[in-house]
């Protein structure tokens, strides 16, 4: 009896499993009929839709757009940065006039990005000075 028990297991083991070798033939089949018809809605997306007038279709066609990128590095901030900024009637720092001989520079920008060489925490820990470089 043992010896049947054995056999069968071992050809069990041998043996394909039936069972998972149709689940991944349906899958395969389920995953390329949803990409077919993800190509198909793909390539006939909006044909109906032609254009009445082909003039409308070249007016809507952007001209070639510019982008620029301006960027400062190591934009130091001192102690008497901060004291010279500080509004004693609002409790608030304003650093644009710091930056008015090189606003033109960064104004027409699209991207403008500065490089802040300075540890900001807030008031629990105030701001004391830059370290000696």
């Known amino acids: 009896m043992e010896k049947q028990m054995h056999k069968k297991r071992k050809k069990k083991k041998n043996g394909l499993n039936y069972k998972r070798v149709a689940i991944a033939i349906f899958l395969t089949i389920v995953i390329i009929f949803g990409i077919s018809e993800l190509v198909y809605t793909i390539t006939h997306l909006n044909v109906d839709k032609q254009p009445e007038n082909v003039a409308e279709v070249e007016e809507k ?8 990128i301006v960027a400062i590095g190591d934009t130091l901030c001192h102690s ?14 304003d650093f644009s006039p710091m930056f008015k001989y090189v606003t033109k520079y960064f104004e027409d920008a699209t991207v403008a990005v500065g ?11 105030p701001y004391t000075r830059i370290s000696n470089i």
């Open 61 to 68: 066609i952007p001209e070639d757009s510019v982008a620029s």
């Open 80 to 93: 008497q940065n901060f004291k010279d900024a500080y509004n004693s009637q609002t409790g608030t720092y």
């Open 115 to 125: 490089n802040l060489e300075a540890t900001l925490a807030g008031p629990s820990r």
